[in-house]
């Protein structure tokens, strides 16, 4: 579903500008669902963005169902993929059922309207995202958590085979944020693709079978949950003091901060 080979993007002028990945090879199967994590500045949300084409690859190639996306147009890239980004402002306006409606967009034609098929998936995504209640507000009035659920909802109106998600949930509270991976877990298990990148180690553990850890641009670590989310890699990864126990429910793997603890007191 996603194929990604020594990927490299910058920021700024080829002269002068900042590399921030630097040769990322991914494979992501179709029916996956995936962590990507990593310390602040790794570049979780830069890869997230060149996946949905909104950064340019300074070299490397990018594969979407097979296609380049350097070569899809935006409307092809919309019909692929979709994708829900952190720190997103609801233009003013607009109701939440028209913000979702947006999503529908690339299934209409120039000039057509939208018809029973996309006011019906608008309103599956509002119910699915839980934002049904939230359908006839004003988006800008919305709350960081609520808008985010909104979005969501844009999203999966918009198409649900490849979900790319950057701290989609990071203003959630804790239930709500166990409500969207409980829906991502049900939409991959219908045969979503989802990579979702995030900070909470622990929400990731327990819903994703595969992490791929990124640190100073590079891939650190990716595999299975199970093998790779170990005491030793996380305190190599995040330069502090970290415990891993299992989760008294599931099982899965779960780290706990040390209070006190710093990169220097590791040793």
Do not use: W
Request: charged share 20%; hydrophobic share 45%.
């Amino acid at each position: 579903m996603i194929r990604v080979t020594n990927l490299r993007v910058s920021y700024g002028t080829s002269r002068g500008g900042r590399e921030v990945l630097h040769g990322i090879d991914l494979h992501v199967p179709r029916g996956q669902l995936v962590g990507l994590l990593g310390p602040n500045g790794s570049g979780k949300t830069t890869l997230i963005k060149a996946l949905a084409g909104l950064l340019p690859a300074a070299s490397g190639r990018i594969e979407i169902a097979g296609a380049d996306i350097a070569k899809l147009s935006h409307r092809e890239r919309a019909l692929r993929l979709s994708c829900v980004m952190q720190h997103v402002e609801a233009p003013a306006g607009f109701s939440v059922r028209e913000l979702v409606l947006m999503g529908r967009f690339a299934h209409t034609g120039m000039l057509a309207g939208y018809g029973p098929a996309d006011h019906a998936a608008a309103e599956a995504a509002l119910k699915d995202a839980r934002a049904l209640d939230l359908a006839e507000r004003q988006a800008a009035e919305l709350s960081g958590g609520e808008i985010q659920r909104v979005l969501l909802a844009r999203a999966l109106a918009q198409g649900r085979e490849l979900l790319l998600l950057d701290e989609a949930v990071s203003a959630l509270d804790m239930a709500r944020r166990v409500e969207a991976y409980d829906l991502l877990a049900t939409l991959n298990k219908g045969g979503s693709t989802v990579l979702s990148a995030l900070h909470d180690l622990n929400l990731a553990a327990l819903y994703c079978p595969r992490l791929v850890f990124l640190k100073a641009g590079r891939i650190a670590l990716d595999g299975p949950t199970a093998e790779i989310f170990t005491e030793t890699n996380l305190k190599d990864l995040y330069e502090t003091d970290i415990r891993v126990a299992a989760h008294p429910v599931t099982g899965a793997p779960q780290a706990h901060l040390v209070p006190g603890a710093s990169a220097a007191a590791l040793g």
